[in-house]
């Protein structure tokens, strides 16, 4: 399945201001890979789609902008909550040096790393755990997102981010911006954007 032209230009490129590597991120990680046969031809769409287990992958407009708020370098050593289909994953992958994913329901992360590895990704490492602890052998991260929302920004995230480094996650319905500082955090607001809820 060829990637349509629509899908960059309307949905991809106006989420991520441009940002000609995020660009090519999405091209290298074709949309339809991470859906169900039957739903093949909705995969360019800018809709959640089910994946199973009751989760979704997410509308590939949210993908990008949330990529776009992380700004990932080719350094970065990422963190995920919530693997889900693997889209997320593939695009950070895609983008910095290594990405760690965590999603605690096993058969959505067993099938996340049989297509990413079906997709060469060789800088991925999967685990089934509750995200809400974060992953603590490979801390401290210079990136973590999570893609479910939470009440409250999780503490364990916070403690295992770098100094310098952002947290980029829905909190309630928004979707909001930490940087852990020197001598604090700074917390923006990004859009409104709806999840499914983060399991504590
Ligand atoms: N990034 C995914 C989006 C999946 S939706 C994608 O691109 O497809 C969010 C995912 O978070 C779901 O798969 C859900 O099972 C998972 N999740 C929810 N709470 C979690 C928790 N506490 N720890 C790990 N994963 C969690």
Redesign the pocket.
Do not use: M, P, W
């Given at each position: 399945m060829k990637i349509p032209e629509y899908y960059i230009k309307k949905i991809v490129a106006p989420a991520c201001e441009n940002d000609e590597r995020i660009i090519s991120a999405f091209l290298k990680c074709p949309r339809n890979r991470?859906i169900d046969e039957a739903m093949q031809r909705l995969s360019f769409d800018d809709n959640a789609l089910p994946?199973g287990?009751?989760?979704?992958?997410?509308k590939p407009s949210t993908?990008a902008y949330m990529t776009y708020l992380l700004s990932v370098s080719e350094e970065d050593i990422v963190l995920?909550?919530?693997?889900?289909?693997?889209?997320?994953?593939g695009i950070l992958a895609s983008l910095a040096k290594f990405v760690y994913t965590?999603?605690?329901?096993p058969q959505?992360s067993y099938r996340?790393s049989l297509t990413l590895k079906k997709m060469h990704f060789k800088n991925i490492k999967f685990k089934v755990?509750?995200?809400?602890i974060g992953w603590e052998e490979f801390a401290p991260y210079d990136k973590i997102i999570?893609?479910?929302s939470s009440d409250e920004i999780p503490e364990n995230l916070l403690i295992q981010l770098k100094i310098g480094g952002r947290l980029v996650i829905p909190i309630k319905d928004r979707i909001k911006i930490i940087d852990k500082l020197e001598d604090g955090i700074d917390i923006k607001d990004g859009e409104n954007c709806r999840?499914?809820?983060?399991?504590?």
């Open positions: 991470f994946i287990y009751g989760q979704t992958i997410s993908v995920e909550i919530g693997t889900g289909s693997g889209f997320q994953c965590v999603e605690r329901i959505l996340a755990d509750n995200g809400h999570a893609t479910a999840f499914v809820e983060f399991v504590k």
